[in-house]
């Protein structure tokens, strides 16, 4: 017999014995009861789009990707919070949040994305952006000695990269930098090799297997010329429950980078 049985067993029980007021009574606790233990079991649900090798599913296996080890070990090994992961297309995964349909985002805090989330103070990672092209482009050696975001406008060249990527928008078409955008994340390396762009700024250790995948190898050139980091957040959106958890899940990634675990996690995929 579990918990609910034996309470509503007992609420036959009493309200034979004393009437509709003790029933009233336990009936009113049982009802306030309920909903707190179903919130104590919710998972806290993650929009995510397949990226790897941040987190991403393939072949029928299951989700897998650094930043989904990550997470995993501090929210759902460590401080006991179960997880639900939902894929989407990027644009997809920030307006669910936005409307309530998930809690969490894990990216780059943009101003735009705290009219709608809260965070935590220290990056959980910080992700090194390359600059990458096509091989065989007539201006490489200009590219090679480019410094600052605001040098690719200066030189007119123009950056591909996907649909609602916000630090994109922030920090380099909000310059004057002519942008050609794609929905889904693998057409970025498609329209680099194409030349329907001159640019695209990623992480390396995120974009060779993407661009291994596609067989474009022999086409993208990474030029090894960083001109900026990202730094991943745990967002949660503002009035989900879940807000209350970004303290304690700050203290424990800071625990997590002091004990080794982090690092040990990233070690694999950065050999990739």
Not at 58 to 67: A, D, I, N, T, V
Request: charged letters at 20%; aromatic letters at 12%.
């Amino acid at each position: 017999m579990n918990l609910f049985q034996k309470v509503g067993f007992r609420l036959v029980i009493l309200s034979g014995r004393k009437g509709w007021g003790t029933w009233a009574i336990l009936a009113a606790i049982l009802l306030f009861w309920c909903p707190l233990t179903a919130r104590a079991e919710a998972p806290l649900r993650i929009a995510y789009t397949d990226f790897p090798p941040f987190h991403y599913r393939s072949s029928g296996e299951p989700l897998q990707g650094f930043f989904f080890e990550i997470i995993s070990e501090a929210l759902q090994q460590r401080m006991g919070i179960p997880l639900k992961w939902s894929a989407y297309p990027w644009k997809r995964c920030q307006q669910n949040v936005r409307n309530g349909i998930d809690d969490a985002l894990l990216t780059v805090p943009t101003t735009e994305r705290l009219h709608y989330t809260a965070t935590h103070p220290n990056p959980f990672y910080l992700k090194d952006l390359h600059l990458f092209t096509r091989k065989g482009h007539p201006r490489l050696t200009e590219m090679q000695h480019l410094q600052t975001i605001a040098d690719i406008r200066d030189k007119s060249f123009t950056v591909v990269t996907y649909s609602g990527n916000s630090w994109h928008q922030t920090h380099v078409a909000s310059l004057g930098i002519v942008t050609h955008e794609t929905d889904l994340v693998e057409n970025v390396w498609r329209m680099l090799a194409a030349g329907r762009g001159d640019l695209v700024i990623e992480w390396p250790h995120g974009a060779w297997p993407a661009i291994r995948r596609l067989d474009l190898t022999e086409e993208i050139l990474d030029i090894r010329v960083s001109l900026a980091a990202m730094p991943f957040h745990l967002l949660i959106r503002k009035n989900s429950p879940f807000a209350r958890l970004l303290p304690p899940f700050d203290d424990t990634i800071q625990a997590m980078a002091a004990d080794g675990t982090i690092r040990a996690i990233m070690a694999p995929f950065e050999g990739k």
